[in-house]
Each structure stands twice: as C-alpha cells, then as structure tokens.
C-alpha cells in the first residue's frame, strides 16, 4: 500500500536531479566561457557563476540525488523480488554510473571554484549530454525490463551517443560561423 507513494516520490526526486545534472554543466559551460570575457566582465561573472554552482549543487542537486536513491532503496526493501531480476542490475549498474558521474560533477564545481579550468566548453557539452545518455538508458530499462533484447539496447544506445555527439559538434561549426 506504501509503495506507490514511495515510486511517486522517487520519479519526482528523479526529474529534480536530472534537471539539476543537466543545469549545473549548463552553468559550467558559461562558467568557462567567461573566461573569453575581458578581466572585468570575467571575474564579476565567475563569481556568479560560483555562487549560482553551489546553490544549485547544495539546495537542489544533491539532496535530490540523496533522496531518489533512499526511495529506490526503500522500494527494494518493500519489494526484494525485484533484485531476482535482471533488468533491475541492468538499472542499478546505470545508477550507479549516473552517481560517479554526479560525484565528477562535484568535483569540477570544486575545480572551477580553484580556476582550474580542464576542460573545453565544447567537451563540456558532451560531458552534459552523458547525463542524457543514463536517463535514456535507465527509463528503456525500467520501461522495456525483460523484453528488451540487450544487443539492440546496446547498439541503440550507441547510436544514440553518436547523434548527440554529431549534434554538439554541428551546434559549435554554427556558433563559431555566427562569432
């Protein structure tokens, strides 16, 4: 009788971390895109970016983070049968996947705060669309479980991964035509 509230709370602390995920590298990417500006413009809008980094990261992201996986975890708990399944480790090996990449996440915002800027706006917005690529693959899990063939999963997803990788490549030949 519980377990539907608790899979109603998880979805929505899903939705909430994903759209942290997406808007923190958002803002990581205009973070280091200051760095073009001159030094004035530059530092005003670093510290903002830092400012608006934390929040985002301290208030949303994280707790949201916190929150989806103790309500996954308290659904295992109220349903263990579910571990007897295979689509179910397919799942949580793409969680636990979306956790290093939100711990990574963690990571840079520390770096930014240093100035240590390692990585390109444009490899930026493929590390974003990693995000993408764990969403697209945990709901099709969830969704599809037993009746998915993996091979096509799998090549799918490839697929998938290239088209982005296609797209974020195609967005910056037509931003620097427009610079």
């Given amino acids: 009788m519980l377990y539907p509230y608790i899979l109603a709370t998880h979805i929505v602390f899903v939705v909430s971390w994903m759209a942290g995920l997406f ?31 934390g929040k985002l990261w301290n208030i949303i992201t994280t707790p949201a983070m916190l929150l989806t996986v103790g309500a996954g975890l308290w659904m295992l708990y109220l349903n263990p049968l579910l571990l ?73 997803l490839v697929v998938f991964a290239l088209i982005i990788m296609l797209a974020v490549k195609a967005y910056k030949k037509s931003r620097l035509k427009r610079s």
């Fill in 23 to 53: 808007y923190i590298v958002r803002l990581f990417i205009y973070h280091t895109e200051a760095n073009l500006k001159p030094e004035a413009e530059r530092i005003i809008l670093q510290k903002q970016f830092e400012i608006m980094e």
């Fill in 84 to 156: 007897k399944t295979d689509w179910m480790w397919v799942k949580l090996g793409f969680v636990a996947g979306l956790i290093v990449y939100h711990i990574i996440c963690g990571s840079i915002i520390t770096q930014l705060k240093r100035g240590k800027y390692w990585m390109t706006s444009t490899q930026l917005r493929l590390w974003n669309e990693l995000a993408t690529l764990f969403l697209v693959a945990i709901v099709f899990t969830v969704i599809l479980k037993s009746a998915i063939d993996w091979a096509y999963g799998l090549a799918g």
